[in-house]
């Protein structure tokens, strides 16, 4: 609950320390909605912020039709104005037929004329408002549409609450209110899951990495090739099927994936596992599984293990620059594929724009960056010349200098430094003297 209470007060703290003038520019004012539901010391406190357009055109002041012109039919639509509509929820809340975790949601909405009107929840936080990440739902619930009496002239989000201690979440704009149940959920006895859920996030170059997905034990049984039979598809664990996002554009064993989130599906095989990608549908096991739907497919060789492996387990090894790979492991098989981020083709352009744009600019990070990267190095020289004009005493700026001419074939030069490095850093205390010592000396030998 702090750690909720920081974002909250981080978050309504900027906003206040945003200038005015940018304040006052703003054409769809933003509104904070704040209530307790139950003891105002012991309850469960809900926030919304949101921006709230008006009916009439800010360029034009002319009114414009909202539902079902400015907010299309059956289209996800923001909710709102500019970042997208925040939902910070202390404790445990239902909405509508949905148990939301404690935690920090993304709101949008589906609305319908004719159909069912829906309110999604994303755990896509930190975003502006378009385009909306369909891709990250917690939920999607039902809403109740409503003619008004009198039209509303900007969108506002409201919440009443009633004597149950729960409440409701209304949508009002035009002539039309959406609304949805709030309350909190009756306590439960909560039992041990068969197979636990993980959740793994690993970063890998500038590209995270996220695996959702349940964990089996054989518990006696034999698991590939008996009750997970070869040459069948599997979920790739238990209960729901395996989901997998990537942030970036990667490639799979050599093959483009685009960035977003998938399910991943596996055939195993005594000897080859085919892994797959299908969009996420938020699938039970692999029931549900139709080839038609597969993005990518990919083949790996098995291995086996010198020990058993209980419990199944997906992990992350090999991390290097923007690679990794992908291991699975059960009972006595291990299988993996490789993971590119092309690390090198994301960040050259970044770089080079932050070279180019006015004010202060990584001199030192992006020498190293095509350093280790084998990039060009009279550029990376150029950069560590202009970090070590800024920190004349950096003995580890003036080592990784000695590495750039190391590494052009200037061996005169790459001493000089490298003993230079080692005098700055004499002139220092503590465990980095002698490290920098040690790397010195060993660049300088490498030199003979």
Not at 64 to 79: C, E, N, P, Q, T
Not at 183 to 205: D, I, N, W
Not at 325 to 334: G, R
Request: hydrophobic content about 40%; proline content about 5%; aromatic content about 8%.
């Amino acid at each position: 609950m702090r750690h909720l209470r920081y974002i909250l007060a981080l978050f309504l703290a900027a906003c206040a320390a945003m200038p005015l003038k940018a304040q006052q520019n703003r054409k769809s004012p933003h509104e904070t909605v704040s209530v307790v539901f139950g003891d105002w010391r012991t309850g469960n406190r809900v926030t919304l912020t949101y921006g709230r357009p008006y009916t009439k055109d800010p360029k034009t002041g002319q009114p414009r039709v909202i539902w079902g012109g400015l907010v299309a039919w059956d289209k996800a639509d923001r909710l709102g104005a500019d970042e997208a509509t925040t939902l910070i929820t202390q404790k445990p809340l239902i909405v509508g037929d949905a148990t939301v975790p404690a935690g920090t949601y993304t709101l949008y909405t589906i609305p319908s004329a004719t159909g069912p009107s829906r309110l999604a929840i994303s755990t896509s936080v930190g975003k502006w408002g378009v385009p909306v990440d369909e891709t990250h739902d917690l939920a999607r619930v039902e809403l109740k549409k409503e003619a008004l009496d009198q039209p509303v002239d900007q969108l506002t989000l409201a919440i009443d609450e009633d004597k149950s201690g729960g409440g409701t979440l209304r949508i009002m704009w035009e002539k039309t209110q959406f609304s949805v149940a709030l309350k909190a959920p009756a306590a439960q006895l909560a039992f041990p899951q068969a197979s636990p859920t993980e959740t793994l996030k690993q970063r890998v170059g500038v590209t995270d990495i996220e695996v959702v997905y349940s964990r089996p034990s054989a518990r006696g049984r034999v698991m590939l090739g008996g009750n997970n039979p070869y040459g069948q598809v599997w979920r790739t664990g238990a209960n729901s099927a395996t989901r997998i996002s990537f942030s970036t554009p990667v490639t799979v064993q050599g093959q483009h994936l685009d960035a977003g989130t998938y399910e991943l599906f596996t055939l195993p095989g005594a000897d080859e596992w085919t892994f797959i990608f299908q969009k996420a549908g938020n699938q039970w096991g692999a029931y549900a599984y139709d080839a038609k739907n597969d993005v990518l497919r990919v083949t790996a060789r098995a291995g086996t293990l010198a020990e058993p492996i209980e419990t199944f387990t997906i992990g992350f090894n090999d991390l290097s620059g923007g690679t990794a790979t992908l291991n699975l492991k059960w009972e006595k098989t291990h299988v993996s594929v490789k993971i590119d981020t092309d690390l090198v083709g994301v960040m050259v352009p970044r770089i080079e724009a932050a070279m180019a744009a006015p004010g202060a600019k990584p001199y030192a990070q992006a020498a190293m960056f095509y350093i280790d990267n084998n990039l060009d190095l009279d550029k990376a020289a150029a950069w560590m010349d202009a970090a070590i004009a800024e920190q004349p005493d950096a003995f580890y700026l003036v080592y990784h200098k000695a590495r750039i001419l190391a590494k052009k074939g200037d061996k005169a030069g790459a001493e000089a430094e490298a003993r230079h490095s080692i005098e700055l850093a004499s002139k220092t205390t503590g465990p980095a003297k002698d490290e920098y010592t040690r790397l010195n000396e060993a660049l300088i030998a490498g030199l003979k």
